[in-house]
């Protein structure tokens, strides 16, 4: 069983945010601040569909398990966030992360962008272990605006 990663299409919406949904609570990601309240959660195709953004979904047997993706980092010039990227349990250790973030990766560089900033929080170890993987640097302090003031953990990449 091989997985697909492919760009969001209108019909991937309602799965994207089940995945968003049932993944952050399992890290206690749920409670103000977190992205799970984000206004965009319910219509992710829409949200990226923007100028400067892209967002990708991974399949496993032509069902929607993950997804992730960039768009502009508010208050920092030339710097992109990887945002939303999840995954269900059932799609975890098969390689898809480091996948995804090669594919977010060349779509920032694509765009324009020449840096790369993420947020995550204590607990979501592996997801910090992929990161320092594709060599994004922990630093000490949130960057731009990204209204998650739940986060504690910051990472930042120069593409």
């Known amino acids: 069983m091989s997985f697909a990663i492919r760009p969001i299409e209108p019909r991937d919406d309602a799965a994207v945010a089940a995945i968003i949904r049932a993944v952050m609570p399992e890290f206690g990601a749920d409670g103000p601040g977190f992205a799970i309240h984000d206004a965009?959660?319910?219509?992710?195709?829409?949200?990226?569909?923007?100028?400067?953004?892209?967002?990708?979904?991974?399949?496993?047997?032509?069902?929607?398990?993950?997804?992730?993706?960039?768009?502009?980092?508010?208050?920092?010039?030339?710097t992109c966030e990887l945002r939303k990227m999840y995954f269900l349990p059932e799609l975890r250790g098969r390689g898809a992360g480091d996948a995804l973030i090669r594919v977010c990766m060349d779509a920032a560089r694509k765009l324009g962008y020449r840096r790369c900033y993420l947020e995550t929080l204590t607990g979501m170890d592996a997801a910090q272990r992929l990161y320092e993987r594709h060599e994004f640097a922990r630093i000490p302090a949130a960057l731009g605006n990204t209204g998650h003031f739940s986060c504690n953990r910051f990472y930042l990449l120069d593409l």
Do not use: S
């Open 40 to 78: 965009e959660v319910g219509a992710m195709y829409a949200a990226y569909a923007r100028p400067g953004c892209a967002y990708f979904v991974v399949e496993l047997d032509r069902k929607v398990l993950g997804g992730g993706g960039v768009a502009p980092l508010d208050g920092e010039p030339d």
